[in-house]
């Protein structure tokens, strides 16, 4: 089963706007991470946080962390249309899986 | 390698038939990691390698399905007698380390279709 779900499922901004993703789970975890998906094909990962880290910032990325509600969010900021693609949270617990929900397809038009 | 590869990107076969998907992982990685990801869906974990071992194959949907990793490094996913249901992208992916803190580096994925 799915532990991450992320919300909305979808979501389409103006170029240069702010995109915000958000992401629940259930079980505990070590740590967070957010990837990108381009046309179905290959993830690349964008950053990760650690449970015990509430927020971190990756250039346009700004990832946050909330362990008593069991939720993350991605916020990309300035969004370009290169930014298209969809974005899966993953969470991984003590072992060595990493367990992905359904994703956010956001779409930037230009 | 400079990344992850699969071959082939794409395979149409037919159903009933047997197909072979083939991961290279980055050079060095000891882990590795295979999952299906059916259209609009997110990804299913199917099975993972450290090294050649394979702890864990739970994730496999049936026995029709195998794995196996040589030498540390290719692996190939086998789906025999394949149906319909097997349509979908099936990601590879391999990390430093077996282990949910260490980031995963994906492969561009075989497209399968079953008709």
């Known amino acids: 089963s799915q532990q991450g779900e992320e919300d909305p499922q979808a979501l389409s901004i103006q170029e240069g706007e702010n995109a915000t993703m958000n992401c629940s789970y259930k079980?505990?975890?070590?740590?967070l991470q957010w990837y990108r998906q381009n046309s179905g094909r290959g993830l690349v990962h964008l950053i990760l946080?650690?449970?015990?880290?509430r927020e971190k910032h990756s250039g346009r990325l700004r990832v946050t962390l909330d362990t008593s509600k069991k939720s993350s969010s991605l916020l990309i900021t300035a969004s370009r249309a290169a930014d298209t693609a969809s974005y899966f949270c993953?969470?991984?617990?003590?072992?060595?899986?990493?367990?992905f929900g359904k994703g956010t397809l956001l779409t930037v038009n230009p | 390698g400079a990344g992850v590869s699969q071959s082939p990107s794409n395979k149409v076969t037919e159903k009933g038939k047997d197909v072979e998907l083939r991961c290279d992982p980055i050079?060095?990685?000891?882990?590795l990691y295979w999952y299906r990801q059916s259209l609009g869906q997110g990804l299913e974990f199917l099975i993972y390698?450290?090294?050649?071992?394979?702890?864990?194959k739970s994730g496999l949907p049936s026995d029709r399905f195998s794995a196996e990793r040589t030498g540390g490094s290719v692996s190939t996913l086998t789906i025999q007698r394949t149906q319909q249901e097997d349509s979908a992208v099936y990601l590879c992916?391999?990390?430093?380390?077996?282990?949910?803190?260490?980031?995963?580096?994906f492969g561009p994925g075989t497209r399968l279709t079953v008709t």
């Open positions: 992916a391999s990390s430093r380390r077996a282990g949910a803190i260490y980031e995963q580096y």
């Open positions: 390698f450290q090294g050649n071992s394979a702890p864990d």
């Open positions: 993953a969470t991984g617990g003590s072992n060595y899986k990493l367990t």
């Open positions: 946080i650690r449970s015990n880290e």
């Open positions: 050079s060095g990685h000891t882990a």
């Open positions: 079980t505990s975890i070590n740590n």
